[in-house]
Structures are given as C-alpha cells and as structure tokens.
C-alpha cells in the first residue's frame, strides 16, 4: 500500500491530516478497484458517487477508475482543483475544511468545487462515451479538449470575476 | 499559456453559472465573441451544472444542451 510515511509528517492541526489522509484514501480506493477489476476481468467495477455537499443535487453513479483517471487528466489543465477534489470527495472536508487546509476563503474554494465538478462530470461523461465507441466500432467522438482547438483568440477576461 | 486559456473559460463559466435564458446569452455573446471554442467549452460545462440541478431550481433551459446532445 503506498501510504505516505507517517513518522515524518508534522501535523500542522486536525485539516492538514485530513487533506494528507484525502490523498491516502484515494490511492487505497483507486487500488482496491483496479484489484477488483482485474479480479472480475470485464466484470463490474466499483461504482461510487460524485455529491454535492454544498447544494442539494442528486447524487451520480460514477466508476472510480474513470474518476481516477479523469482527475489525472484534470492535474495536466488545471492542477489547483485536484487537491480540492480529492479532499472534498475522498476526505469528506467541508468547504470551509477545504479553504483552511489550502489556505484559501471558502467563496474561492465554492468557486472552484462548482468549477472542477462540471469539468470532471464532462470529462466523465466522455469516457463513457468513449468506451460505448470502442465497444460499438463507431469512430471516436470529437473532443471538447484544448487540443482540439485550432485558432488561438486573444485572451477574455470579465473583471472581477475571480475572487482570489 | 494553457492555463491562461482554462483561466479563460472559467472566468466566463463562472460569470454564466449564475444567469440563465436571455440573459446567460447575452452574456456568452458578449464575452466569448467570435470565438466558437471558448463558447464551446462554457457552455459543456454550463450543461452539466443543469443536469446537476433539480427541475424545480431551473428556470429556462439554456443553450449548452444543444452543444452535448450534437456531440
């Protein structure tokens, strides 16, 4: 199990623990469901659920190998929203947990939650697509990705829209 | 310059994520322009916020469902 070494890790208070233990959990589950899955060999993997803890919507059936793999995707775009991420969803944090342990307000760390669920609900319902392709032999659906944009227009900015 | 270009979209989408019919339009217009990629981008993300949305917080149905159901 890749677990951070314990021994040399300086508590800085309650949230700093559970932000590093957000991370551990992360790669237990993820390994847990890549055992799992090798064990089933195209059975059924491990599914889990993306809530939100700050609004009331329904929760989403998710894979947690899809998860994992569209979070590293997001790392490559915007690397601030995975810990975010990993915290909310595999720590349990609060908004308010969230914003102390990255040291930022919690209208920010709001901000980026709504941000890093629409781009990973995105990402996730690509993958599925993707997959229902290869199954299918349909040609692979367009990308919604930076790659695939073509011309490059000068940079937009609403003023006072990041609250930083 | 990769980020510059996420700043982007999340900057318009977190200006949108609050609006809605006639005005979210105006402002994707405004802000996006002629670029068909930026526009594209926020309005993919804007459509999942509304799939996450129960029917009794929606109030019209915005544009970005055209974008994911023609892709």
Do not use: Y
């Not at chain 1, 342990?101 to 993707?130: M, N």
């Not at chain 1, 011309?151 to 937009?156: E, G, I």
């Not at chain 2, 989408?13 to 006639?22: I, M, R």
């Not at chain 2, 993300?45 to 892709?71: D, K, Q, Y």
């Amino acid at each position: 199990m890749r677990l951070v070494d314990l021994r040399r890790v300086r508590w800085q208070n309650r949230i700093q623990f559970f932000a590093i233990a957000a991370r551990v959990m992360r790669r237990v589950l993820v390994d847990h469901a890549r055992g799992h899955t090798a064990l089933k060999r195209g059975g059924a993997r491990c599914r889990v659920s993306l809530s939100d803890q700050v609004a009331v919507t329904p929760a989403r059936d998710i894979d947690l190998l899809d998860l994992d793999a569209a979070l590293d995707k997001l790392g490559t775009t915007n690397p601030r929203l995975i810990d975010l991420v990993v915290m909310r969803f595999f720590g349990g944090l609060t908004i308010e947990e969230t914003a102390e342990a990255v040291q930022s307000s919690p209208a920010t760390v709001k901000r980026d939650w709504i941000r890093a669920r629409a781009w990973l609900f995105r990402e996730l319902r690509h993958q599925v697509a993707a997959r229902s392709d290869r199954v299918s032999g349909r040609q692979p659906r367009a990308s919604c990705s930076r790659d695939a944009r073509r011309v490059r227009s000068p940079s937009v900015r609403l003023s006072g829209s990041h609250p930083e | 310059v990769i980020s510059e270009s996420w700043e982007d979209v999340f900057a318009v989408f977190d200006a949108a994520v609050a609006t809605s019919g006639v005005e979210r339009d105006a402002l994707l217009a405004r802000e996006c322009g002629d670029d068909a990629w930026l526009r594209g981008e926020v309005e993919s993300l804007l459509a999942e916020v509304w799939r996450a949305l129960p029917c009794h917080m929606t109030r019209s149905r915005p544009v970005s469902n055209r974008v994911i159901s023609s892709g």
